[in-house]
């Protein structure tokens, strides 16, 4: 009876089992390739994006300047122009040029390292 209920393997050729072959290199490079393509499209935008604003925000920084130069010159030369006329001592007008000069090294100072 053990011999009637026994498995018997199939009689024909031995089936392999199914072997996915690796597709070429050249399909595997083509398929990176396609994917690669919208990343380094986003890369560029960005770094166009980023190189855009920092020319937007150094013309700011000059127009700035600019003008921080132009206000400084004239509290300047009318504090000088009082002075000369008498209106205003000379010390107010030694101490207002003290307090210029200190603002503009304590502006050189952070555009060099920056704030803190």
Do not use: C, H
């Amino acid at each position: 009876m053990s011999d009637q209920n026994a498995i018997t393997p199939p009689t024909g050729p031995p089936s392999e089992p199914a072997q996915r072959q690796p597709p070429p290199i050249i399909e595997m490079i083509n398929v990176l390739a396609d994917r690669v393509d919208p990343v380094v499209k986003l890369i560029q935008a960005a770094v166009t994006s980023y190189q855009n604003g920092q020319e937007r925000e150094i013309r700011f920084q000059k127009q700035m300047s600019l003008i921080a130069v132009l206000l400084i010159g004239f509290i300047v030369s009318v504090a000088a122009v009082l002075t000369w006329k008498g209106k205003i001592d000379g010390s107010t007008f030694t101490f207002l040029l003290g307090l210029i000069v200190g603002y503009v090294l304590t502006f050189v100072r952070d555009q060099i390292t920056g704030p803190k």
